[in-house]
């Protein structure tokens, strides 16, 4: 009996061994396809919000407790624009990230929400091109738009972004990510600390019926 649990316990510290052996060759294999794959959607939002430019240069802000990434684009030497790599945790369904393209002279060249869980043909209308809280922004300074404590917000709030029809939280959750894209962009470009967003768009629907099925309380 003792001779038959040894070897149990062997054949079980082996298969245990050969296992971990397994998941590490795995995780070696699988670990710079991933960064490279990483790194590819990151040079494909750089293009897509930035104006031409040969290469970027990051810089890591935390702004809120959340992790911002600035890219400084320059051209010949020259800058040519900034991009933000920002998020909010106020979406309806989750966290949303985006990439927000500015100009040298801080307008917004273009937005590129990387990541979102809004509701399917409600809050996910986010990334469709030419949808309303893009347009109501693109090509814009942020400080000429009529801000609410001195951050973009939409109409429903004060301010005067559109809001994705039946989507006022996910609007919400676009706007808050823009303006700590905003707020880091402005802490690179001018060498001013960044400060927190704190936006009050959860404060917002504190006062609002709860959500309905398909809907956003909007």
Same mark, same amino acid.
Request: net charge negative.
């Given at each position: ?23 590490? $060759? ?23 919000? =930035?104006?031409?430019?040969?290469? @970027?240069?990051?810089? /890591? ?8 990434? $600035? ?46 869980? /809004? ?13 309303? =809280? ?12 009529? =801000? ?29 990510? $823009? ?15 960044? @400060?927190? $967003? ?21």
């Amino acid at each position: 009996m003792e001779s038959t649990l040894k070897n149990m316990v062997a054949v079980l510290f082996g298969i245990t061994l050969v296992a971990s052996a397994g998941v590490g $060759v795995v995780n070696m294999i699988t670990v710079e396809p991933i960064a490279q794959s990483k790194q590819a959607a990151t040079t494909a939002a750089l293009t897509e919000v =930035l104006p031409p430019f040969d290469e @970027t240069t990051s810089e /890591e802000l935390t702004i809120d407790e959340m992790p911002i990434t $600035v890219y400084t684009a320059t051209k010949g030497g020259v800058v040519a624009g900034y991009a933000v790599q920002s998020m909010s945790k106020l979406g309806f369904g989750g966290a949303v990230r985006m990439m927000v393209g500015f100009d040298p002279d801080g307008r917004v060249v273009n937005i590129n929400v990387l990541e979102q869980t /809004e509701t399917p043909g409600l809050g996910t209308k986010m990334c469709d091109e030419g949808n309303p =809280l893009l347009g109501s922004v693109k090509g814009q300074r942020l400080e000429d738009k009529q =801000l609410v404590d001195g951050k973009l917000a939409v109409r429903k709030d004060g301010g005067d972004v559109d809001a994705l029809t039946a989507a006022t939280i996910s609007s919400r959750a676009y706007v808050d990510a $823009v303006n700590r894209a905003w707020m880091a962009y402005k802490s690179v470009a001018t060498g001013t600390p960044a @400060t927190d $967003v704190a936006s009050g768009a959860s404060q917002q629907t504190n006062n609002e019926p709860a959500a309905q099925e398909g809907g956003q309380n909007e």
